[in-house]
Antibody
């Protein structure tokens, strides 16, 4: 069974750092595109970052320079290193697998984890 | 950045109704659009990709249409399990952007 499980969330003070992990099973992380999406409780979905299978990475402007997405092939795990955290980073963070429709290069998120909650507060 | 505007932001409907949700992109995105359903407390679930392709396992009462800047998600014969919030997502350019969501609740 294909599965994504996020861990690493918690309560952190403003200015602090946190690393989220997303363990994959049933498929190979390094062969896929993977993304992070977050959701402030009661609000909509916000795309955060994506890593392509060639290692290219892209970020939302709101996290650029503070967050780093990476993969650990040995553990088949995706990470999100979050530095200089702010109160407005408080959200549930989801990881998701991104599928590319070959030839057309359409992308979509077909497999999601259950999310991990991050609270930034003093 | 490409802005995605969904309408309506909420709607009330009855079981058996036909419901349509629209998503408009601030510039052309070809068919780089997908639709997701989210039930409170749960992760989003993929319904439609490439604007009109139904994800495997999703009931056929869900359909998607459109290309360019204007897209529609239609739910034929609304079922009790369809009361949820629906989001569109453009993946034409980074930053990828979601619509603000449409909450479908029971009339």
């Amino acid at each position: 069974e294909e599965l994504l499980v996020e861990t690493g969330g918690g309560l952190i003070r403003p200015g602090g750092s946190l690393r989220l992990s997303c363990a994959a099973s049933g498929f190979i992380v390094s062969s896929n595109y993977l993304t992070w999406v977050r959701q402030v409780p009661g609000k909509g979905l916000e795309w955060v970052s994506v890593v392509y299978n060639d290692g290219s990475t892209f970020y939302a402007d709101s996290v650029k320079g503070r967050f780093t997405i990476s993969r650990d092939s040995s553990k088949n795990t995706l990470h999100l290193q979050m530095n200089t955290l702010r109160a407005d980073d408080t959200a549930v963070y989801y990881c998701a697998r991104v599928i590319e429709v070959h030839y057309y290069h359409y992308y979509y998120m077909d497999l999601w984890g259950k999310g991990t909650a991050v609270t930034v507060s003093s | 950045d490409i802005q995605m505007t969904q309408s309506p932001s909420s709607l009330s409907a009855s079981v058996g109704d036909r419901v349509s949700i629209t998503c408009r992109a601030s510039q052309t995105i070809s068919s780089y659009l997908s639709w997701y359903q989210q039930i409170p407390g749960k992760a989003p679930k993929l319904l439609i990709y490439a604007a009109s392709s139904l994800q495997s396992g999703v009931p056929s009462r869900f359909s998607g249409s459109g290309s360019g800047t204007d897209f529609t998600l239609t739910i034929n014969s609304l079922q009790p399990e369809d009361f949820a919030t629906y989001y569109c997502l453009q993946t034409y350019n980074t930053p990828w952007t979601f619509g603000q969501g449409t909450k479908v609740d029971i009339k």
